[in-house]
Nanobody, 125 residues
Framework: QVQLVESGGGLVQPGGSLRLSCAAS????????MGWYRQAPGKQRDMVAE???????????NYADSVKGRFTISGDNAKNTVYLQMNSLKPEDTAVYYC???????????????WGQGTQVTVSS
């Protein structure tokens, strides 16, 4: 099967920075996209940032309006890993951050979404 392992969450003061990582491993033929969603207590899970996989030329990125200019997503195709650099963090960024991968497994006709277990990010003084 496929495993997504996240790391890098924690507690940070407002204005600080954190870097999240997510590595996909297992039965993977190709990856279409990877990204991050987040879910705060009592709220729905919302997209934060995503990056498509385009070998050779690099992928395209998409950000939620609330994080544009503060967060940067990047990927390492060779390692099946995606990173989320979060700067100028605000208390409203506090949430559980979930990594996802939209990928095609060997022998499958259609790609599937896989999710990580989530990592807590808390922004507080």
């Amino acid at each position: 099967q496929v495993q997504l392992v996240e790391s890098g969450g924690g507690l940070v003061q407002p204005g600080g920075s954190l870097r999240l990582s997510c590595a996909a491993s297992g039965s993977i033929f190709s990856i279409n996209a990877m990204g991050w969603y987040r879910q705060a207590p009592g709220k729905q899970r919302d997209m934060v940032a995503e990056i498509t996989s385009a070998r050779g030329s690099g992928g395209s990125t998409n950000y939620a309006d609330s994080v544009k200019g503060r967060f940067t997503i990047s990927g390492d195709n060779a390692k099946n890993t995606v990173y989320l650099q979060m700067n100028s963090l605000k208390p409203e960024d506090t949430a559980v951050y979930y990594c996802y991968a939209h990928l095609l497994q060997p022998g499958s006709l259609y790609p599937t979404y896989f999710w990580g277990q989530g990592t807590q990010v808390t922004v507080s003084s």
